[in-house]
């Protein structure tokens, strides 16, 4: 389940405190700073992570890892989150699936309430409490989560407040599985009947959804995309 890791590049050095600006952010923090030690650790660990000193996250099914630079050394930090089971995995899908709107809301780097609402109502817990949040660090720190799993974890932060498939990828679920459990839901269309004409709410999610995957995929590439095909 889930697929393979995704590198996010090293994120630059911040000038200013950056505070989570998203509700799934503040959500996120909330959780970091219940799994911390003492205030002091989650200090050092903003300015820590502030400072571009860690380096880039491969983030995949239910962990992420990373290098963090200080003054003493390199250390590689790892962090565990849950993955939801076959049957939370399902039950978030038809969660998306229930209304049309919300495939094209996470593609445009929204992650509704009323979603996570709907999935937690159906047992699915996507937003992970602080004792949820496991790490190891190659550091001789003895508190854990030590000030650069803490500084890592601020990193996913914004890393998930720019794209809440980070969230969903942590999880167990990453855009591509979502988009293709979405894709085998979608029913056939009837012989004889344009499936243009039809007003099944999934298959006219996974259409749009799948037209931006393509448009983003177009965007990330070199040059200036050639969009006449997608319309």
């Given at each position: 389940?889930?697929g393979?890791?995704?590198?996010?590049?090293?994120?630059p050095?911040?000038?200013?405190?950056?505070?989570?600006?998203?509700?799934w952010?503040?959500?996120?923090?909330?959780?970091?700073?219940?799994?911390?030690y003492?205030?002091?650790?989650?200090?050092?660990?903003?300015?820590?992570?502030?400072?571009?000193q860690?380096?880039?996250?491969?983030?995949?099914?239910?962990?992420?890892?990373?290098?963090?630079?200080?003054?003493?050394?390199?250390?590689?930090?790892?962090?565990?989150?849950?993955?939801?089971?076959?049957?939370?995995?399902?039950?978030?899908?038809e969660?998306?699936?229930?209304?049309?709107?919300?495939?094209g809301?996470?593609?445009?780097?929204?992650?509704?309430?009323?979603?996570?609402?709907?999935?937690?109502?159906?047992?699915?817990?996507?937003?992970?409490?602080?004792?949820?949040?496991?790490t190891?660090?190659?550091?001789?720190?003895?508190?854990?989560?030590?000030?650069?799993?803490?500084?890592?974890?601020?990193?996913?932060?914004?890393?998930?407040?720019?794209?809440?498939?980070?969230?969903?990828?942590l999880?167990?679920t990453?855009?591509?599985?979502?988009?293709?459990?979405?894709?085998?839901?979608?029913?056939?269309?009837?012989?004889?009947?344009?499936?243009?004409?039809?007003?099944?709410?999934?298959?006219?999610?996974?259409?749009?959804?799948?037209?931006?995957?393509?448009?983003?995929?177009?965007?990330?590439?070199?040059?200036?995309?050639?969009?006449?095909?997608?319309?």
């Amino acid at each position: 389940m889930g697929g393979q890791g995704v590198v996010h590049p090293r994120l630059p050095a911040r000038r200013r405190t950056t505070r989570a600006e998203r509700w799934w952010g503040k959500a996120w923090v909330r959780a970091v700073e219940e799994s911390a030690y003492a205030e002091g650790d989650l200090a050092a660990a903003r300015t820590l992570s502030r400072s571009g000193q860690v380096g880039a996250i491969e983030v995949g099914p239910g962990s992420a890892v990373a290098v963090v630079d200080d003054r003493d050394g390199r250390w590689r930090v790892e962090v565990a989150v849950p993955v939801l089971d076959d049957a939370g995995a399902e039950a978030l899908v038809e969660t998306v699936a229930a209304q049309a709107g919300r495939v094209g809301a996470l593609l445009a780097g929204d992650l509704p309430h009323e979603l996570v609402e709907h999935a937690e109502e159906a047992g699915v817990e996507l937003l992970p409490y602080g004792g949820e949040l496991a790490t190891t660090c190659t550091c001789e720190g003895w508190v854990d989560p030590c000030v650069h799993a803490l500084a890592v974890l601020h990193q996913l932060t914004w890393l998930m407040e720019a794209d809440p498939f980070v969230l969903l990828h942590l999880r167990g679920t990453g855009r591509e599985e979502l988009l293709a459990r979405l894709h085998a839901r979608a029913p056939a269309p009837s012989a004889g009947v344009d499936p243009e004409d039809g007003d099944d709410d999934l298959t006219t999610a996974y259409d749009a959804a799948e037209r931006a995957a393509r448009l983003l995929e177009l965007l990330e590439g070199d040059g200036p995309p050639d969009i006449d095909h997608l319309l």
